[in-house]
């Protein structure tokens, strides 16, 4: 009888063990798709980095440095190395005027940034405050910083940014303001959406507040009225935001989160938003977000997420993209960083 008791008794476990397992291998790892794999283009500075150096050698023969800032899992990186730095006519424009050096967010190639500074690269990124890819850092012949780009940019946007910097406007204008004046109007007609609220008077708003910056030369408006906001999933997670879309070509003003009057264009200046559409999330007038360039669903929908389900309550930015995409993938669901 005991014999027999013992028996039933780890039969019994074995079931439940088998039956675990099997639960386990029913839910499959999910996978990380559209993170394309690129290389550096083959005309690229092969530098030793050491960048004060880099940037006096520039000097000598009338160009800035680029120092292009990307990782391999990037689809913003490979987008932009593909449509707006090595293909013509930028290519050409970029090799005559620029020597470009490219930095591994997530390398440890050790870097002479300056007499002072000796960092790895993914230490040079925190250094310089690179929060997203890709980022294009411009420096002078004296290695100091005269422009920066976050994000993908359009050949046509990524043509106005580079002349902005070949021809030292830098001098005497803003980049926002030089963009404002280049950029061709007249290519995209605004659009309405039943998300967009009629507010002159944001210092007002409570909760998760996002504001959509757009205008008459915007090339990504439609790709965030077509792709981004009309997605089942981020249409989910923005019902948690009040949503307002401020025309930049408007001369109406408007009162800001800080109880600021003035125009939508002086406001995006003021933020530094040379790219349209531009996007500013707030929680009760705090700014939480700083979208300077294309979001792909996956990222536009997380950024969201994070933000409107409070959840930068407890952690980082950082933090809670890596917590999520494990939570995700250990569910056996697919994460797709593509457009």
Not at 311 to 321: G, I, L, Q, V
Request: proline share 4%; aromatic share 8%; with cysteine.
């Amino acid at each position: 009888m005991k014999t027999a008791a013992i028996l039933t008794k780890w039969l019994a476990a074995m079931s439940i063990l088998l039956l675990s397992t099997n639960s386990i291998a029913d839910t499959q790892q999910g996978e990380i798709v559209g993170a394309t794999k690129h290389d550096m283009p083959s005309w690229f500075k092969e530098s030793f980095l050491d960048i004060s150096e880099d940037a006096s050698e520039a000097g000598d023969e009338n160009k800035h440095v680029m120092l292009f800032f990307q990782r391999d899992d990037c689809p913003y990186c490979e987008r932009m190395l593909r449509e707006s730095i090595d293909a013509e006519p930028l290519r050409s424009f970029i090799q005559e005027h620029f020597d470009v050096i490219a930095i591994n967010t997530k390398g440890d190639r050790e870097i002479a940034f300056d007499e002072n500074t000796i960092v790895t690269e993914k230490e040079l990124k925190e250094k310089l405050k690179v929060k997203h890819t890709p980022n294009l850092y411009f420096l002078n012949h004296q290695n100091d910083a005269v422009a920066r780009l976050n994000g993908y940019r359009s050949p046509a946007r990524m043509k106005h940014l580079l002349e902005y910097v070949q021809t030292k406007s830098y001098l005497k204008t803003s980049l926002p303001d030089y963009m404002a004046e280049h950029v061709t109007k007249g290519a995209y007609k605004l659009r309405e959406n039943d998300l967009f609220q009629p507010l002159d008077d944001l210092s007002k708003v409570k909760g998760p507040l996002a504001v959509i910056f757009e205008d008459s030369s915007c090339d990504e408006c439609d790709y965030l009225h077509d792709r981004l906001l009309m997605h089942p999933d981020i249409q989910q997670e923005i019902k948690a935001f009040t949503v307002v879309r401020l025309n930049t070509d408007s001369d109406k003003k408007i009162t800001n989160t800080d109880g600021e009057t003035m125009t939508p264009a002086q406001w995006a200046n003021t933020l530094k938003m040379t790219y349209r559409p531009g996007i500013i999330m707030y929680v009760d007038g705090k700014q939480m977000e700083h979208i300077n360039g294309t979001l792909y669903p996956y990222h536009f929908r997380e950024t969201l997420r994070y933000i409107g389900r409070g959840m930068h309550k407890t952690m980082t930015r950082k933090e809670y993209m890596s917590a999520r995409k494990e939570e995700l993938l250990s569910s056996g669901e697919n994460i797709d960083y593509s457009e």
